[in-house]
């Protein structure tokens, strides 16, 4: 357990001008930050599961999530594991039939299955210290306090891609 960190999901938001969705990973015990550029369906499906938000028909992790159950699978973790050239790796680690299986995943379909399981996460100790970024003054608090309330403010609706744009 030394190699892995355990993480927290503080949510995704939306990084201006691009639009691009960012999932936001907070170091229990520690004060680095991983930020992950991933895609709008992840960023949406991630944070409908944050908000405890249930759709009127599954979403695919929540069909993913229904499956595991049925064959008796149990989400036990997720691992992110390195980033090679701007792209993030995880492995997804489910329990069946008494065993442990280690599945290649997006970090964003990962988190995605674990949010809606109450699975936790984690990063590599060797990726944190690659790609996280540590908070220390007043000024970057204010700007993750700044991210939390709008967190508190965004719906699936801002996740929505403008097609005139």
Known sequence: MSDRVAMEVVG???ELPTNTPILLLRERDGARYLPIWIGT????????????????????????KTLLD???????????????????????VIESEGEELTISSRPSDAIALATRAGAPVFASRELLDEAGIE??????EEEIERFREFLDD????????????
């Open 135 to 140: 908070i220390h003054d007043d000024t970057e």
């Open 154 to 165: 965004v719906t699936p609706e801002d996740f929505e891609h403008d097609s005139t744009s």
């Open 12 to 14: 995704v938001r939306v």
């Open 41 to 64: 369906p992840e960023a949406t499906a991630i944070a409908l599961a944050l908000e405890g938000i249930e759709t009127a028909r599954p979403l695919t992790h929540d069909l993913m």
């Open 70 to 92: 049925a064959l008796g699978a149990d989400i036990e973790r997720v691992d992110v594991t390195s980033l090679d050239e701007g792209t993030f790796f995880a492995e997804l």
